[in-house]
């Protein structure tokens, strides 16, 4: 059975699904695509050869097996419970909602509904990460003591990204969370904030930080640190390491090429990937595979839309720390015991 797509929203992150999902995506076939923006609504016609519809409640009429959620993040709730009420499975792009409350009615809805529903944490599907969690469940560093998250941008979104971004927490960070969460199998209970802006003078008026350390503590006690940043001049950072009474697994970046130079004057190694398209790409495809295995009833490592509340629950939890300057313990949805 071929799976049929409708896909909501036809920006950068919309069109890189939309690519996929036409070309490499065994199993699924792209039927049609809705975008409110007239002139992406054109060149989504022009480079995918698929109907496009004018109205959002088209998509839902079509006939399709599925939709991915791809829109501005405000409208995600909406579009995850017309997908309930339409019978149909949802990818849903990070995060679910903005808001925490209106996060839990779109997961309540799909649960209610019955329906399959996957929130876009693709960063848990790269190879590299996900063997750290399964070395982790295989016991192969004991005990798990410290986990360090790395994660830091190429350069800072344009300025008026910025007040619909939601924050550095719900936006950025928010990746991270899910990570922390899947690397170890289970809940952090504890967030405390030191975060500021150094990159963005935009940020700082908004009330927003640009620069991080995010603390976390676990319940059975383990430590965990995330560092953000958005901007690093040497390109897009992403680094793992989990440290365990028997000893460490790590991941590392990629680099664009594997190769090495070395000369008398030293060692030259290739640049990082510049961001998450080219960096997380295999991620990206890994994620559709696994929402086909969970529409046909299989086992899934993707993260659900309970994980997607729960991360937004953290970047809650995190924009509080860095409001009061204290630990925040009460997290929605997650019990310390």
């Known amino acids: 059975m071929t799976l049929s797509v409708g896909l909501i929203g036809y ?18 076939e792209l039927a049609v695509v809705y975008e409110p923006v007239a002139e992406r609504a054109r060149q989504a016609a022009v480079d995918l050869g698929v109907r496009t519809v004018e109205e959002e409640a088209a998509v839902f009429e079509s006939g399709i097996d599925a939709v991915a959620i791809c829109s501005s993040t405000p409208t995600h709730p909406r579009y995850v419970k017309m997908a309930a009420q339409a019978g149909i499975a949802a990818f849903c792009e990070k995060p679910i909602s903005l808001d925490l409350d209106e996060a839990a009615s779109a997961v309540e809805s799909a649960e209610s509904a019955g329906i399959p529903l996957i929130i876009g944490f693709n960063r848990r599907l790269d190879s590299a990460h996900r063997a750290v969690r399964e070395g982790i469940a295989r016991g192969e560093i004991g005990d798990p003591w410290q986990v360090l998250i790395i994660s830091r941008d190429p350069q800072p979104p344009p300025p008026e990204y910025l007040p619909v971004s939601g924050g550095l927490f719900r936006d950025m960070t928010i990746h991270d969370f899910d990570m922390a969460r899947y690397l170890l199998g289970e809940e952090v209970v504890e967030v405390h904030v030191t975060a500021t802006s150094l990159v963005i003078p935009e940020a700082a008026e908004l009330g927003d930080v640009d620069t991080a350390f995010i603390s976390l503590r676990y319940r059975s006690g383990a430590l965990g640190l995330i560092v953000n940043c958005r901007a690093a001049a040497y390109g897009y950072e992403q680094r793992i390491e989990v440290n365990g009474s028997h000893g460490q697994l790590s991941s590392v970046d990629p680099p664009l090429r594997h190769t090495r130079l070395a000369t008398a004057a030293g060692f030259s190694t290739p640049a990082l990937h510049h961001f998450f398209i080219e960096r997380y790409q295999e991620s990206y495809l890994q994620q559709w595979r696994e929402f086909l295995a969970l529409v046909r009833g299989e086992e899934s490592a993707a993260a659900t839309g309970r994980d997607g509340f729960k991360a937004l629950a953290l970047a809650e939890a995190a924009q509080q720390s860095h409001d009061t300057g204290s630990p925040v313990t009460r997290i929605r949805g997650i019990s310390a015991g």
Do not use: F, P, Y
Request: aromatic share 0%.
């Open 11 to 28: 920006g950068r992150i919309g069109a890189m699904h939309a690519d996929l999902l036409s070309r490499l995506v065994d199993g699924a």
